[in-house]
């Protein structure tokens, strides 16, 4: 029995080495024996050797035979055990499982960022660009070549007209997820900003937006017309207006087989160069620099709307369709426009294909420069989607986009580029009218405020 209870002694001593916790040994024991209840040694004299504490009485007799010691003076020994809770077999070992679930843990953190923004061999992204119509030609042009750089991306263009871009996005008119958008103007991206965090959207892009081309604002017209309607080329919107309200050439000094005066210009509630055209019509109606909601609210404005509504026959919802129309149509069924410089010297040649004569370019003083600009919607876009969308971004602003973007006539939004230097360019085929270093004065684009503004006097007039 003696040897019994030495070896109790000792597998306490144990324990504790293996837990490094001695103390909490002792406490256990302390519970054990205050909880449980003392048995006669007659009724199961056997059955105290398979238990951790003796549960009989401990008188004399009970101590003599016992086969445990007394369990206060195995408490007592586990409180003098002085145990390193650290060096012990079970510490060290958990210690072991917390780094290699730690090790664990941040493989598979990396794992997940890497499937998140990393493209997976074999796997190809799909990025869908909503671009303005002045857009079209170069972007399919880029898009070729971003595909042969980037096979494991792939890019689906979508035209509309600019201001399109934004009413589909706000009214959820699109059948497809934006994730890049590219209207012909940056203004209209802050439209798109106000609009959407008016709905509730704090931060409604993922970038801020970023202008890849120029281009301005400008007049066309068939040389005769030009001649009659712009003397020494000088572009007037008075005399613009004028020939609207006559709408004859022969009243305004035309010859009378030339028919009635038709002018043409894009539809402001769909396209942005319809809205820059009225918002310089009405600076030089009001002859101001500075047009606000209120000034525009103006008898004068209200009836030059309203005449130049009822001259526009269905006004063409972007401009690239306008000037289509306007070559195919031809002098008597459309004799001046007003479009981006950008469209006009990149379509001049096809003018001479399709009519047999050119058109000249004439530039409004002042005129209006505007940023085709690209900015990533967070609406429905993945963070892996538009850190692809933000890689065809840069794609499109280093140098050889930027001249692409010059062969089809927008002027490069870097400093160190040389249009007449560019290669199969329009900048190199004397267009009549084109002034490559222009000193023509340029105004801003107008602040979202006034675009609707426009829009409203537009819908309004008769």
């Known amino acids: 029995m003696a040897l019994s209870r030495t070896r109790e002694f000792a597998a306490d001593e144990g324990a504790a080495k293996l837990t490094g916790n001695p103390q909490g040994l002792a406490k256990a024991l302390s519970r054990l024996e205050n909880q449980h209840g003392h048995l006669s040694m007659e009724e199961m004299p056997a059955f105290s050797a398979l238990l951790i504490i003796n549960p009989l009485s401990s008188n004399f007799v009970n101590n003599l035979f016992s086969t445990h010691p007394p369990t206060q003076s195995r408490i007592e020994n586990l409180q003098q055990t002085n145990i390193n809770q650290n060096n012990s077999p079970i510490m060290k070992a958990r210690k072991n499982d917390q780094k290699k679930n730690t090790v664990i843990s941040v493989f598979l953190i990396a794992l997940a960022l890497g499937l998140t923004y990393a493209p997976l061999p074999g796997v190809t992204k799909t990025i869908t660009i909503v671009s303005g119509s002045e857009l079209k030609e170069p972007l399919k042009t880029i898009e070729t070549k971003f595909e042969e750089t980037y096979p494991d991306i792939n890019l689906e263009l979508k035209i509309q007209g600019s201001q399109d871009i934004v009413n589909n996005i706000i009214d959820k008119k699109n059948?497809?997820?934006?994730?890049?958008?590219?209207?012909?103007?940056?203004?209209?991206?802050?439209?798109?900003?106000?609009?959407?965090?008016?709905?509730?959207?704090?931060?409604?892009?993922?970038?801020?937006?970023?202008?890849?081309?120029?281009?301005?604002?400008?007049?066309?017209?068939?040389?005769?017309?030009?001649?009659?309607?712009?003397?020494?080329?000088?572009?007037?919107?008075?005399?613009?207006?004028?020939?609207?309200?006559?709408?004859?050439?022969?009243?305004?000094?035309?010859?009378?087989?030339?028919?009635?005066?038709?002018?043409?210009?894009?539809d402001p509630t769909r396209s942005n160069s319809g809205q820059l055209t009225l918002s310089l019509w009405a600076k030089n109606k009001l002859n101001t620099n500075n047009i606000t909601t209120n000034n525009l609210n103006n008898s004068e404005v209200e009836k030059l709307f309203q005449l130049i509504k009822n001259s526009v026959y269905q006004p063409p919802r972007s401009t690239d369709i306008l000037l289509q129309e306007f070559i195919a149509r031809g002098p008597n069924d459309a004799d001046v426009a007003i479009v981006y410089e950008s469209i006009a010297v990149y379509r001049w040649s096809q003018a001479n294909t399709t009519q047999g004569k050119t058109y000249q370019i004439y530039y409004p003083n002042p005129t209006i420069e505007t940023f085709p600009t690209a900015v990533i919607p967070k609406q429905n876009v993945s963070k892996g989607d538009a850190k692809t969308a933000q890689k065809f971004i840069d794609y499109l602003l280093e140098n050889e986009q930027q001249i692409i973007f010059a062969?089809?006539?927008?002027?490069?939004?870097?400093?160190?580029?040389?249009?007449?230097?560019?290669?199969?360019?329009?900048?190199?085929?004397?267009?009549?009218g084109v002034e490559i270093n222009r000193n023509i004065p340029t105004t801003p684009s107008p602040q979202p405020e006034i675009i609707n503004e426009i829009q409203k006097l537009w819908i309004r007039a008769n």
């Open 175 to 266: 059948d497809f997820t934006p994730t890049l958008l590219i209207p012909a103007n940056g203004k209209l991206i802050k439209e798109l900003d106000n609009r959407l965090k008016a709905q509730g959207e704090t931060e409604p892009f993922y970038n801020n937006p970023q202008p890849i081309a120029k281009t301005i604002l400008v007049g066309i017209a068939w040389p005769q017309r030009g001649n009659i309607l712009f003397p020494q080329n000088k572009f007037d919107w008075s005399r613009l207006e004028n020939a609207m309200k006559k709408r004859n050439w022969q009243d305004i000094g035309g010859k009378a087989e030339w028919g009635s005066f038709d002018f043409v210009t894009t």
């Open 407 to 432: 062969q089809y006539g927008f002027r490069p939004v870097t400093n160190n580029l040389d249009l007449q230097t560019i290669p199969n360019s329009p900048w190199s085929k004397n267009i009549p």
